[in-house]
């Protein structure tokens, strides 16, 4: 009798299993090197088995065969910019037969839906405070040409389907801070704002992903590389055009964090036993799996570069192993060695202050406010640093910011034409995968002082939002006005970065309007 019932107890339980497997088994991630139809499948699953928290979406522009550029996002609210939480970007397979960060982003997102689904509190906590974009494949049509060689040269499908190297094609931006710093006329932040012409037309996957950079507030990313093993960091172009030097940008603490935050959790990249790929030198885990990219080699027009000198992302680029395209074999493995360390270099977007910038009187967020950090952290009971940071960030269009910050003391400026600066004094602590400490600023309007103000100041619409390049603009250059009825004039794309027919022309970019995201 016993017997029976438990007979009859099995066939019921298989009897559930099939009915209720088909989907799952269809939803099991296999490690592979999936093309590019099975990466667009990947990320619908996804998509199907966790809607309220995620969104497919394609950038601009598709690759130069046509292939779309395919994220993922993953968000309590997807598809919106929410205010105060930091949004965060990971772009693998920049160079097509690096291949290995193409399969760790696809398990990624397989992994944080799952993880989502079955209750894991951290992964919920990040998802609910963090916009998180991944990006599987810069270079499909690489990726293509890679897999047909056989996946095993280390040349064939890095460039994209015009033999252009995606990670020397973005607009040289070290090399005009550079200039800048020799005359002494440094602006140290969204310097595309001083761009009137691009010295090439840019290749479509990078305009894509360049108007994806100029259009999210992203606060923090990586890009994934393959070739070798560390985790690698600001500036990427040395200052010395004939040789390879150490070149540290003014918040060299900040990424030496970040990137020291990825090597640490990585089984290998900051182990000091471990070789190097090129069996020339002892490797990097000697120096904790990091480096300094212009002290390893130079690379002008680089991606990671390119996000920290355009706008407020601070990215480093992650080198994750010898092999540019690993055997199937070793994917699931890969998989587990650089899990934690993805999950935790999302959280640093997190570290630092975060805050408002509003009209004392009126409430309006304000756009494009200027955040000036001070380092006046106590070095003893007599002493305390006192370095400026040489590298602003500007408020978002809600008028929220994000300012990543190692723990220590610091006095942060709001200021915004036409308002009185304010400066507060903050101890940044950092605690473990918690949001930013908030810091809010109300500014009191300065116009009664005598300071100009904007034109149309009071009647353009919350929506909108004016970032004005000041008096110092060439007077030469001709203007293209905003018209309020018709908005942009009906050969102006709101969201040009050059246009496609010629090199580029930035001339109309004195003010830059644009659509506010949606936020709920």
């Given at each position: 009798m016993a017997a029976s019932k438990m007979c009859?107890?099995?066939v019921t339980l298989v009897f559930c299993i099939v009915l209720i497997s088909p989907a799952v088994v269809q939803a099991a991630f296999q490690f592979k090197h999936h093309n590019n139809e099975e990466l667009a499948t990947i990320l619908e699953d996804v998509h199907s088995?966790?809607?309220?928290?995620?969104k497919v979406y394609a950038l601009s522009e598709n690759s130069v065969t046509g292939n779309p550029l395919l994220l993922i996002e993953f968000s309590d609210e997807p598809g919106y910019h929410e205010?105060?939480?930091?949004?965060?970007?990971?772009?693998?397979?920049?160079h097509g037969n690096e291949v290995l960060g193409r399969e760790l982003l696809l398990?990624?997102?397989?992994?944080?839906?799952?993880?989502?689904m079955a209750g894991n509190e951290s992964i919920r906590s990040l998802i609910h405070l963090t916009r998180i974009h991944l990006m599987p494949s810069m270079n499909p049509d690489g990726w293509e040409m890679a897999t047909a060689a056989g996946g095993d040269n280390y040349l064939i499908g890095r460039a994209n389907n015009n033999s252009v190297d995606l990670n020397r094609?973005?607009?040289?931006l070290d090399r005009l801070l550079y200039s800048e710093e020799e005359e002494r006329t440094v602006r140290n932040n969204h310097l595309m704002d001083q761009i009137r012409h691009l010295d090439h037309p840019p290749q479509p996957e990078t305009l894509a992903v360049m108007r994806m950079i100029m259009e999210q507030p992203f606060v923090a990313s990586a890009n994934l590389h393959g070739g070798d093993l560390v985790a690698n960091y600001p500036y990427?172009?040395?200052r010395d055009k004939d040789g390879s030097i150490e070149s540290l940008s003014p918040d060299d603490d900040t990424f030496r964090h970040l990137a020291l935050s990825y090597s640490k959790l990585h089984p290998r990249m900051s182990d000091p036993n471990q070789p190097s790929c090129d069996d020339t030198s002892s490797g990097f885990g000697k120096q904790g799996g990091i480096t300094n990219g212009a002290a390893w080699y130079s690379v002008e027009g680089g991606m990671q570069d390119f996000n920290y000198l355009s706008s407020n992302d601070f990215e480093i680029t992650l080198e994750l192993?010898?092999?540019?395209?690993?055997?199937?074999?070793?994917?699931?493995?890969?998989?587990?060695?650089?899990?934690?360390?993805?999950?935790n270099l999302i959280w640093q977007s997190h570290i630092g202050v975060k805050g408002e910038v509003k009209d004392a009187v009126t409430g309006r967020p304000l756009v494009n406010a200027v955040i000036t950090t001070?380092?006046?952290?106590r070095i003893n009971e007599t002493h305390a640093r006192k370095d400026l940071i040489k590298h602003d960030i500007t408020s978002a269009q809600g008028g929220d910011y994000w300012r990543l910050l190692t723990a220590g003391e610091y006095e942060i400026t709001a200021s915004v034409r036409n308002y009185l600066p304010l400066i507060k004094r903050v101890l940044v602590t950092n605690p473990h995968h918690e949001p930013a400490f908030i810091v809010n600023f109300e500014l009191q309007s300065a116009t009664n002082q005598g300071q100009r103000t904007w034109e149309w100041d009071d009647d353009v619409p919350l929506d909108y939002v004016v970032e004005d390049l000041g008096e110092e603009f060439d007077k030469n250059v001709d203007e293209i006005p905003f018209n309020r009825e018709n908005n942009w004039p009906q050969n102006i794309e709101e969201f040009d970065l050059g246009f496609k027919e010629n090199v580029g022309d930035y001339n109309h970019l004195k003010y830059k309007w644009f659509p506010s995201p949606n936020r709920r």
């Open positions: 009859l107890a099995l088995r966790c809607p309220n928290i995620t205010l105060l939480e930091p949004e965060f970007k990971y772009i693998a397979n920049m398990k990624m997102a397989d992994y944080l839906c799952e993880q989502y094609d973005f607009p040289d990427d172009e040395s192993g010898c092999e540019k395209y690993p055997k199937t074999e070793r994917l699931a493995q890969e998989w587990e060695d650089n899990k934690d360390a993805l999950i001070r380092n006046v952290t």
